[in-house]
């Protein structure tokens, strides 16, 4: 049966057709949709783990018990889950153990493009790569059996371009009968890895990878597709791809394991063609390997090391390095679109539970009597009030303006403890850190204890909008939903935070102004670890949609409207006397609101309507309103 | 239908684009064609810049289209349309969605947003033809703007060899039951706007 699949559904289904019965992940782009789809599976076990460390080691422990397991993450949770990796790789298996690794060359969704094959070569862990999303469903059945005949867990490694295309598959397996796992076996030499019995694993992994490294010759998925013997190219995944498009006469040796790489079908590939080229995505990491052997070579003199190939880079590539002629000029050249259109950056949604923190925390950056800051603060060496250490997800594009809010995202967990390193290093501003509900579990737990413990003043801010909204809204252990959206403990974070030791708890509304503040204010004031909870719903999780707000044309633009103005530092009259609208609404940065002909208008189906509301509590003329009706 | 078609297909997150390609990628699926598409979101969810590519041919490879060799582009956005139109092939076809849906740096920064005059002029120098669409304004008249993403691909449909039926049942295969009518009507509207509309054009 034809399906079109993405990489990722392909994985999860050839997952299951090869037997899986235990996945685990945590959401990252572009891997989320393995689990998502594993989860429909009713007889897979599926969990959103808390972190990528904590779903490697479950899944090892799954496949320990005698049963397949599936471990998939993005690049960069590998780096959380590495010393779960390394020691996968140490112990072995016994049921079947695949981690599927999700890259992001160009960085569509992430902090770095680092090349995680490299992980592979690291810890003596076959790998392959699928070039489309046929060899993904394809290669799952062959992973699991490799795993388990050669007792070592195995990485199957993809790129955004594998893992969100979506192509043809011809879906030919189907689930096998499953029984209870076996007795467990138990085999300290195998398994407790004391120096004394770690001793004589390394030498088996050695052995072990020379042995896959000989299998990998015969590997049935590699392929040698013979053209014009002058070039020869060895690629591997969606830069197979471009190659193939690029150069349609040429000889190609498509690899779907990259490592071990096959040494014997490397040269005999090599002793057939004049030229011999390696295009590959980011690092050289076939092409070392292929120059090490001591053939001669080329990859990187011609194809980027940095960001996302396509056809186009490859073939600039390719005419530079004298391969193919310069393109025809003229009548086949593209045009070019207009200079200086406005961008579109990502946003915080209409409705968005962020937002209210990310005015809050842009409006206090010179003091609880500044006025917000404009056009970010890259290079400013003045002191603000606050350093504010950003997480990721969602509210990382308060970067943008017009809040321009924070001060640094780094990694998972790297804003409570870049706080603390800041204050600890004596840095004249507060220092104020912002995370997540879900990456609060994910890292931030052991930062806010390492705070407590070694009295830090630092406030931090969880926004807890009840889900892991940027990675398209899976559930965590907050949210008391699992993975197969079931009724799950919740956890509770302010209990959390309390039950670590901070005294200083408070748990706010994201929509109102007013509290956030004094909340924010009074925690950075004090001399003690402070947390605030910032509780709102994720609006598009939630699909909260109320009766649109409307901005009344008279009043905008019209001066103070009567003596009920607050006297909140925030409020400003910046055209009191003028009949333009004072544009504070626009401050808030919210896609719903235009400015057009001098007054402010709201977008009516974009608007949430009175559940968000901040565009009311920011406007000095209360000139927005509920549309009538 | 030509072996190898690429349609590249913009707009803005929340309008549809993703759902659209995804129709648009099965039609030819069950038509017997082998069929790549990939979407480019960056991080948004609702508000930025969206791309699909769309390859369709009895053999593709990469899955992303080439700069300068789409032979339509499709956008539900007037501004992401100009954005995207290096994609085009020189004598290619543009269908746009003329809805504004200016970006905060409109709004915010002061930054100028195309009229549908200037957006024209821009494709028209590399588009053979370009059609503005008012396709969000005569979804609303069928009672609901956002089935202009469905009355977008009605009208991309006439251009493309792809047979009827299977137009009509990837709609209801992608779609809730109760978007069934509207959309159909949707689908339909856009077929008859684009017989009318290539008629106007001599093509």
């Known amino acids: 049966m034809k399906q079109l699949l993405s990489g990722n559904e392909a994985i999860a289904l050839g997952a299951y057709h090869a037997g899986v019965q235990v996945a685990t992940a945590y959401p990252g782009t572009p891997s989320t949709e393995i689990l998502e789809n594993m989860a429909r599976f009713d007889d897979v076990y599926a969990e959103w783990s808390t972190n990528e460390k904590v779903a490697m080691e479950v899944a090892l422990g799954a496949a320990i018990g005698g049963v397949r397991a599936l471990v998939s993450m993005k690049h960069v949770g ?5 010393d779960g990796f390394f020691g996968a790789a140490n112990v072995g298996v016994r049921g079947g153990l695949v981690l599927v690794c999700a890259d992001d060359p160009g960085m569509h969704s992430s902090q770095n493009e680092q090349d995680n094959r490299h992980y592979a070569r690291f810890a003596r862990i076959p790998m392959l790569e ?8 394809s290669l799952m059945e062959r992973a699991f059996n490799l795993s388990e005949e050669m007792d070592t867990p195995v990485m199957v490694r993809t790129t955004t371009r594998i893992s969100h295309a979506k192509s043809v598959v011809e879906v030919d397996g189907e689930r096998p009968e499953l029984g209870p796992p076996p007795p467990f076996v138990h085999s300290p030499a195998k398994y407790v890895m004391v120096p004394t019995y770690a001793r004589p694993r390394h030498p088996l992994a050695e052995e072990r990878i020379s042995r896959i490294a000989k299998m990998f010759d015969e590997f049935p998925l590699n392929e040698i597709i013979w053209g014009d013997r002058k070039l020869g190219i060895i690629s591997a995944g969606v830069a197979y791809q471009y190659a193939r498009e690029v150069f349609p006469q040429a000889s190609f040796l498509k690899l779907v394991t990259t490592y071990p790489l096959p040494q014997d079908l490397i040269r005999t590939f090599a002793a057939k063609v004049e030229t011999l080229l390696v295009v590959e995505e980011l690092d050289p990491f ?7 052997m001591g053939l001669a070579v080329q990859g990187k003199a011609f194809v980027p090391i940095t960001g996302e190939l396509s056809t186009d880079t ?12 310069e393109a025809s000029t003229a009548a086949g050249a593209p045009a070019p679109a207009p200079e200086d259109l406005p961008p579109r950056p990502p946003l915080l949604c209409p409705g968005c539970p962020h937002r209210g923190v990310a005015y809050v925390l842009s409006r206090l950056k010179f003091g609880p009597k500044g006025s917000i800051a404009k056009g970010g603060n890259s290079g400013k060496t003045a002191k603000q009030w606050h350093i504010v250490t950003s997480d990721i997800g969602c509210y990382t594009l308060m970067v943008y303006p017009p809040l321009c809010a924070i001060d640094s995202c ?15 290093a004596g840095v004249a501003e507060n220092t104020v850190s912002v995370l997540g509900d879900s990456t609060f579990i994910h890292a931030g737990i052991p930062g806010l204890i390492n705070m407590v413990y070694n009295r830090s003043h630092s406030t931090v801010i969880v926004l807890d909008n009840e889900t892991t909204a940027m990675t398209g809204h899976q559930g965590h252990p907050g949210t008391g939903r699992s993975a197969k959206n079931e009724e799950a403990p919740k956890v509770d974070i302010a209990e959390v935070a309390r039950g670590v030791g901070v005294k200083d708890v408070n748990v706010v509304s994201a929509f ?4 956030i503040e004094e909340t924010i204010r009074r925690c950075v004031d004090n001399d003690e670890p402070s947390v605030v909870i910032v509780r709102g719903p994720c609006t598009l999780h939630e699909r909260i949609r109320g009766t649109p707000l409307r901005v009344n044309q008279e009043r905008c633009g019209l001066g103070p409207s009567s003596a009920s103005i607050p006297a909140s530092t925030w409020y400003r009259f910046k055209s009191w006397f003028s ?3 004072c544009r504070s609404c626009l401050d808030i940065g919210c896609p719903a609101i235009t400015f057009e002909g001098g007054k402010a208008h709201i977008i009516a189906d974009q608007c949430i309507g009175e559940s968000c509301s901040l565009c009311v509590q920011v406007c000095p003329r209360e000139a927005i309103e509920k549309a009538p009706g | 239908m030509h072996t190898e078609t690429d349609i590249l297909m913009t707009g803005v997150g929340g309008q549809g684009v993703i759902m659209a390609s995804d129709i648009l990628s099965s039609v030819a699926i069950t038509a017997g064609y082998d069929v790549k598409k990939t979407d480019s979101l960056g991080m948004a969810q609702r508000g930025g810049s969206v791309t699909s590519h769309v390859r369709i041919g009895d053999k593709v490879f990469s899955p992303l289209i080439a700069v300068g060799s789409a032979d339509f582009l499709l956008s539900y956005e007037r501004l992401e349309a100009v954005r995207s139109m290096a994609m085009l092939k020189r004598g290619g076809v543009a269908i746009v969605d003329c809805a504004a849906v200016p970006p905060l740096s409109v709004t915010v920064s002061g930054y100028h947003y195309p009229s549908i005059d200037e957006v024209r002029q821009s494709l028209r120098t590399i ?3 370009v059609y503005m669409l008012p396709a969000t304004e005569m979804a609303s008249e069928l009672g609901n703007p956002r089935v202009s993403s469905v009355l977008c691909l009605g009208f991309l449909s006439v251009f493309l060899d792809l047979p009827e039926p299977q137009w009509l049942d990837g709609i209801q295969r992608h779609l809730p039951p109760r978007l069934h009518e509207v959309n159909l009507a949707a689908f339909n509207a856009g077929v008859e706007a684009a017989r009318e509309g290539r008629k106007e054009e001599g093509e």
């Open chain 1, 78 to 82: 590998l780096n959380v889950a590495a």
């Open chain 1, 130 to 137: 699928p070039s489309d999303s046929q060899e993904a469903y």
């Open chain 1, 286 to 292: 076939i092409e070392d390997i292929v120059k090490s």
């Open chain 1, 314 to 325: 490859v073939r600039r590539g390719a005419v530079a390095a004298g391969l193919l002629p």
């Open chain 1, 410 to 424: 780094i990694c998972m967990g790297a804003s409570i403890t870049l706080a603390h390193g800041l204050e600890k």
């Open chain 1, 512 to 515: 109102n102004l007013k509290e």
């Open chain 1, 579 to 581: 009949e333009q609208g």
């Open chain 2, 127 to 129: 588009a053979r033809t």
